[in-house]
């Protein structure tokens, strides 16, 4: 008896491991389409057959066809009749390790413009001012943007800013001109660095409903605090961009 409960229960654990295992090569592989189809490996925007792919990454069709329902649920690729699996979606790379506004980040990819959705001045939360360094219950420039892409929604920007600084930012060109610039402007002294935090979160209705994005999803939540070069901070952000329209990268170095 106790050898036949151990045959019957054999099979359905063994099944289990092998959908396991093809759902972790699955992941590996999508991984890997991810980067070809990002760094613009396939000319035209179409991928192989499948059974290219299975042959040059020695995976199985099934596994093949799973990682592509991976990169399908991204929104990344679609599959199109009698043409195959095809790119749907570009998305724009957001260096790391430099400090500039999204204007000059993306310059190469296409014009930036700015909605300023709200403006003015107003009483610094706690953890606002004590970021900046101002006293309890100081005002600060509040704004807030939607920033666009070639006119596709990527980010929503919210900017604080302490108001000696920021009232000279009231009668700038906000809508076609990064904060950094103007910053730089008014102060007559460079930016000098910036420390971030970044995090995926799910779209909360406001943000979801001002990016175009289903309600839930999950955005590149950035939050930016930049000092100017004589060490003062001048600018604390919280921006959310659409996950599925840029890419964070940078340039680490290993200092032992």
């Known amino acids: 008896m106790p050898a036949e409960r151990t ?135 509040y704004i807030e943007r939607l920033r666009r892409l070639n006119g596709l929604p990527l980010s929503l920007d919210l900017t604080y800013v302490p108001m000696d600084i920021g009232a000279g930012l009231l009668g700038c060109d906000l809508e076609n001109t990064d904060v950094f610039r103007l910053l730089e402007q008014l102060t007559g002294q460079p930016l000098g660095h910036a420390e971030i935090t970044l995090e995926a979160v799910n779209a909360d209705a406001h943000s979801a409903a001002v990016l175009q994005a289903p309600r839930g999803a999950a955005v590149l939540m950035l939050e930016r605090l930049t000092h100017l070069g004589d060490g003062r901070p001048v600018d604390l952000e919280f921006i959310r961009f659409r996950g599925d329209r840029i890419t964070m990268s940078g340039l680490l170095r290993r200092c032992l």
């Not at 396991?20 to 070809?36: E, I, N, P, V």
């Not at 749907?88 to 790391?96: M, T």
């Not at 300023?116 to 219950?137: D, F, N, Y």
């Open 7 to 141: 045959a019957t229960h054999t099979v359905p654990v063994a099944a289990a491991r092998r959908r396991r295992l093809r759902a972790d090569q699955a992941r590996q592989l999508a991984d890997l389409l991810r980067h070809q189809i990002l760094a613009g490996g396939h000319p035209g925007g179409v991928l192989p057959l499948e059974g290219e792919l299975a042959d040059s990454y020695g995976a199985g069709r099934n596994t093949v066809r799973q990682a592509l329902d991976l990169l399908r649920g991204e929104g990344l690729v679609e599959r199109r009749p009698g043409v195959g699996t095809v790119v749907v979606c570009e998305k724009y790379p957001h260096g790391l390790d430099r400090l500039q506004g999204l204007a000059e980040t993306l310059n190469e990819h296409g014009r930036v413009t700015n909605e300023v959705r709200t403006v003015g001045s107003v009483r610094a939360p706690a953890p606002v001012a004590g970021r900046l360094g101002l006293p309890e219950h100081a005002d600060v420039l």
